[in-house]
T-cell receptor
Framework: KAGVTQTPRYLIKTRGQQVTLSCSPISGHRSVSWYQQTPGQGLQFLFEYFSETQRNKGNFPGRFSGRQFSNSRSEMNVSTLELGDSALYLC???????????FGSGTQLSVL | GIQVEQSPPDLILQEGANSTLRCNFSDSVNNLQWFHQNPWGQLINLFYIPSGTKQNGRLSATTVATERYSLLYISSSQTTDSGVYFCAVRGRDYKLSFGAGTTVTVRA
């Protein structure tokens, strides 16, 4: 069974641009969640989707948004990028809500 | 939100040694998971353990939910055990909160 797949692996953007990251969960998994990892703030929860509905949201500004499609694939979007958005963005999937999480390899975003 | 504290922040071990990592949390939790992040950034789920004790090879974990802590035991450590170990809890609001991690270095 393929694991959680995140694309792209690396991304370089400039301030003010927007970016879309993609996550394909493990086959059969219906829950997808997103996290931001930085050296200063550690791992922080962004949002979680289950069956195309946002179930939970972390404390991030509205520039961060996401969605989940009917095939459980998910995307997250960051608009008007700031230097502080440079981070490793991780996606995780689970079979159901509140179950064991499996992480992808992440997308390393650099904002210049 | 729920606070998660991990200790120690850093741990240096000689190959073959045993160690205990601790995770304290400030409120009741819906679940608790332990992860290992390898040097390439990949997070691997070690345990899903809201309560009780589980074992997986040289690793074992115990969560005492009533006392708000969990322990991860590494026995006969190997160099491949190096990396950062994270504890993550899902609080009453079902948001996942991570500890700051314990960085483990195992020397040959």
């Amino acid at each position: 069974k393929a694991g959680v797949t995140q694309t792209p692996r690396y991304l370089i953007k400039t301030r003010g641009q927007q970016v879309t990251l993609s996550c394909s969960p493990i086959s059969g998994h219906r829950s997808v969640s997103w996290y931001q990892q930085t050296p200063g703030q550690g791992l922080q929860f962004l949002f979680e989707y289950f069956s195309e509905t946002q179930r939970n949201k972390g404390n991030f500004p509205g520039r961060f948004s996401g969605r989940q499609f009917s095939n459980s694939r998910s995307e997250m979007n960051v608009s008007t990028l700031e230097l502080g958005d440079s981070a490793l963005y991780l996606c995780a999937s689970s079979q159901g809500f509140n179950e064991k999480l499996f992480f992808g390899s992440g997308t390393q975003l650099s904002v210049l | 939100g729920i606070q998660v504290e991990q200790s120690p922040p850093d741990l240096i071990l000689q190959e073959g040694a045993n160690s205990t990592l601790r995770c304290n949390f400030s409120d009741s939790v819906n679940n608790l998971q332990w992860f290992h992040q390898n040097p390439w950034g990949q997070l691997i789920n070690l345990f899903y353990i809201p309560s009780g004790t589980k074992q997986n090879g040289r690793l074992s974990a115990t969560t005492v939910a009533t006392e708000r802590y969990s322990l991860l035991y590494i026995s006969s450590s190997q160099t491949t055990d190096s990396g950062v170990y994270f504890c993550a809890v899902r609080g009453r609001d079902y948001k996942l909160s991570f500890g700051a991690g314990t960085t483990v270095t195992v020397r040959a």
